[in-house]
T-cell receptor, first 112, second 113 residues
């Protein structure tokens, strides 16, 4: 079982719609969760972090964490073509120090 | 957050040769991390580089293949040695961001022929 799993997609949504990206993880004791955006040919860019159950909003982005169900999601409201990228979920499991496990990423395309 | 300058941005190398990748950070950082991203795969941590001590390698990665130097708190190099086509990947260095998470360098796209 992979440490972090994401649906690779591709996920296509029309401009202005809500894009929903999901991630599940295997280590129940994980405490830190991050979402990165990676444009083609570019390095990952941190867009959201979440540590507690519930929702965390930052502009058009909302991260949701449910530790009991071991999933974390990212919602992008009012999706724009510039949001088209691969979104990587990263999890810091317990007792791994600085090790982060990344999912394989979900490719999102926002259609104008 | 720290700004990382990574080079080269890309290279095409012959099998059996070695390539050294450099990362320069604009501020002092205790830990630097080296990742590999193979085509269509997630990021995999190669090693953690601490200044003044040997790098700590993750399972599946060895110092002879990926020697790392960390001469000071702003600089590190990763060498990919005796390359084979399987080493074709994007290599990324990373440092802790100011408040949370990690910042990545721009990456080195390596193709081994």
């Amino acid at each position: 079982q992979k440490e972090v799993e994401q649906n690779s997609g591709p996920l296509s949504v029309p401009e202005g719609a809500i894009a929903s990206l999901n991630c599940t993880y295997s280590d129940r004791g994980s405490q830190s969760f991050f979402w990165y955006r990676q444009y083609s040919g570019k390095s990952p860019e941190l867009i959201m972090s979440i540590y507690s159950n519930g929702d965390k909003e930052d502009g058009r982005f909302t991260a949701q964490l449910n530790k009991a169900s071991q999933y974390v999601s990212l919602l992008i409201r009012d999706s724009q073509p510039s949001d088209s990228a691969t979104y990587l979920c990263a999890v810091n499991p317990t007792n791994t120090g600085n090790q982060f496990y990344f999912g394989t990423g979900t490719s999102l395309t926002v259609i104008p | 957050s720290a700004v990382i300058s990574q080079k080269p941005s890309r290279d095409i190398c012959q099998r059996g040769t070695s390539l050294t990748i450099q990362c320069q950070v604009d501020s002092q950082v205790t830990m630097m991390f080296w990742y590999r991203q193979q085509p269509g795969q997630s990021l995999t941590l190669i090693a953690t580089a601490n200044q003044g001590s040997e790098a700590t390698y993750e399972s599946g990665f060895v110092i002879d293949k990926f020697p790392i130097s960390r001469p000071n708190l702003t600089f590190s190099t990763l060498t990919v040695s005796n390359m084979s086509p399987e080493d074709s990947s994007i290599y990324l260095c990373s440092v802790p961001a100011t408040y949370y998470g990690y910042t990545f360098g721009s990456g080195t796209r390596l193709t081994v022929v």
